[in-house]
């Protein structure tokens, strides 16, 4: 099993910044990705980035590209998403979740984002 504790979730004004943390503990060595999702009130959960322990990062999420960092610590397998020029539209629930195999197996327990205009 793997267990995952974000943080770094607050309020904060439009156009400021924030960092999420994510710490994974566990079967880490089964894991080969992890990924940030945010989930808005009434929307789908969507994948806003993600990275492997070898540093490969994708952005599927257009909203995102330029603004938001996904980087990882592997001495203390931590994944952070740098959050930057926040915009209301950027309020969600903050997830993470580490790729076993062929899914999406585990996920945090997901931290409160919300921006102010």
């Known amino acids: 099993q793997v267990q995952l504790e974000s943080s770094g979730g607050g309020v904060v004004q439009a156009g400021h910044s924030l960092r999420l943390s994510c710490a994974a503990s566990g079967r880490t060595s089964s894991i080969t990705r992890l990924g940030w999702f945010r989930q808005a009130p009434g929307k789908d959960r969507e994948l806003v980035a993600s990275?492997?322990?070898?540093?490969?990062?994708?952005y599927p999420a257009d909203s995102v590209k330029g603004r938001f960092t996904i980087s990882r610590d592997n001495s203390k397998n931590t994944v952070y998403l740098q959050m930057n020029s926040l915009q209301p539209e950027d309020t969600a629930v903050y997830y993470c979740?580490?790729?076993?195999?062929?899914?999406?197996?585990?996920w945090g327990q997901g931290t409160q984002v919300t921006i102010s205009s």
């Open positions: 979740a580490a790729w076993d195999t062929n899914s999406y197996s585990y």
């Open positions: 990275i492997t322990w070898t540093g490969t990062a994708t």
